[in-house]
């Protein structure tokens, strides 16, 4: 459809609020680019705009219960504590409106690292801009900010291991398991704040619950406008904590149970927190291969698409280093507090609590998950995957026995010049 329609409509409908009374009485508002490399404007437009032009139109809801804005648990990466609260802006969100509506986007593109300052992209930097629309146009209205942290495959629903995109750490795994990604600049040791999707969303449907029994009627029993609207963060790095390192090592243990039959290369994966030797494996194990594979394309007639391939796995990887070699220390006492206020059938039926999370019974669930739904490998191909794995494996020490030979060919060679 086109987010761009989606605004036009928005501008129509929220300029004629008045002449419309909309029985609506829950919106869940989670529509975003999360594109970490989107231009500004466009970023601006759909993260900031559209929060905005969405808060405007519950105004015009007179039946609204709760509002709840998905924001990001990285909206204010900048701190190193992240509390359940606003942060100060780093831009008035309207005033950042106004900027990329007004300029011409060449003079938008050369002031957004100004802009940005140190947020690393402008998915985290308009997501915090847009908490400070939030902030100030739900006075009023029954709003809940929600951040959750990296969200991954399901838990449970709609089945375990379900997943759509291969944005974040997915697209880690994925790459490491066709064989295309080698390394990754990641601290090992570094907490992987990861959540598993319907969990988010049961979050999300329990802080709706509990806004509409605070406040009822979007009008008559309406927050106080100086009061800032509940802010639930949901991570797992306080009640159940993983690393970058564990969180790989669970990928490789059942990666290696079911193998894709789209690998082209023997899974082989280093992560380092040294951008020095994160340079070096990329040149050795990316861009020599990539080059070598690419000539002989060209010279039998192919289309050259590694190195293609590896301009966007290197610009993915250094979008992904940001998050993988920092940590942050998060409060999640309201997201606690609000698990702790359901009645033991919802929490059943609305699991979010992230204590009880069994991480090595999800992981299994998780890679299979990957390789059905993004990989499209059905799990009647495993035994046609194992074979091509060893395959692989064999194809991948042959090689690297003839590397090392020519390499001690070459020492020799040297040794021998000069003695």
């Known amino acids: 459809f086109g987010y761009k329609r989606v605004f036009k409509l928005l501008i129509i409908v929220t300029k004629h609020l008045k002449f419309v009374n909309f029985q609506v009485e829950v919106i869940f508002h989670g529509a975003a ?15 900031i705009r559209g929060t905005r032009d969405m808060l405007k139109l519950a105004r015009g809801c007179s039946k609204l219960k709760a509002f709840v804005h998905i924001s990001t648990a990285y909206s204010n990466c900048v701190q ?25 986007v060449k003079t938008i593109n050369n002031i957004t690292p100004g802009l940005l300052g140190d947020f690393p992209n402008t998915y985290a930097y308009t997501k915090a801009v847009a908490e400070n629309i939030v902030q100030e146009y739900s006075k009023g209205l029954p709003v809940a900010l929600f951040r959750p942290a990296i969200v991954i495959g399901t838990s449970k629903e709609p089945v375990a291991g379900w997943i759509d995109n291969v944005y974040g750490p997915t697209g880690v795994v994925v790459g490491a398991a066709v064989g295309l990604l080698h390394v990754l600049n990641c601290n090992p040791k570094v907490l992987a704040d990861l959540v598993p999707g319907d969990m988010v969303v049961n979050a999300c449907i329990a802080a709706a619950w509990k806004t509409a029994r605070e406040y009822p009627s979007n009008h008559e029993d309406a927050p106080p406008p100086d009061l800032p609207p509940p802010v639930y963060n949901y991570v ?39 951008k020095f030797f994160y340079t070096l494996f990329c040149f050795l194990l990316h861009w020599i291969p990539a080059y070598i594979i690419d000539g002989i394309a060209v010279l ?59 991480w090595n019974d999800y992981f299994y669930s998780y890679i299979r998950g990957v390789r059905v739904y993004l990989l499209k490998d059905p799990v009647e191909t495993v035994p046609e995957g194992l074979k091509k794995l060893n395959r692989l494996r064999m194809l991948h020490y042959t090689f690297c026995g003839i590397l090392g030979l020519l390499f001690l060919r070459a020492i020799w060679a040297v040794l021998s010049t000069f003695f």
């Open 33 to 47: 680019t999360v594109r970490f490399d989107e231009p500004l404007k466009t970023a601006v437009e759909i993260n």
């Open 80 to 104: 190193d504590q992240i509390s359940e609260k606003f942060y100060e802006s780093p831009l008035p969100g309207d005033k950042l409106i106004d900027i990329v509506e007004t300029m011409d």
């Open 300 to 358: 039998i007639g192919k289309k050259p698409m590694l190195r293609k391939a590896y301009r966007k796995i290197t610009k993915f990887s250094e979008v992904m280093a940001y998050f993988a070699t920092r940590e942050w220390k998060f409060d999640n006492s309201n997201t606690q507090k609000l698990y702790s206020e359901l009645c033991d059938a919802d929490k059943h039926l609305f699991d979010f609590d992230m204590s009880a999370l069994d």
């Open 236 to 274: 797992s790095s306080e009640q159940n904590p993983l690393t970058w390192e564990k969180f790989m090592k669970y990928n490789e243990i059942y990666g290696f149970q079911v193998p894709t039959i789209q690998a082209v290369y023997y899974y082989l994966f280093h992560i380092t927190s040294s």
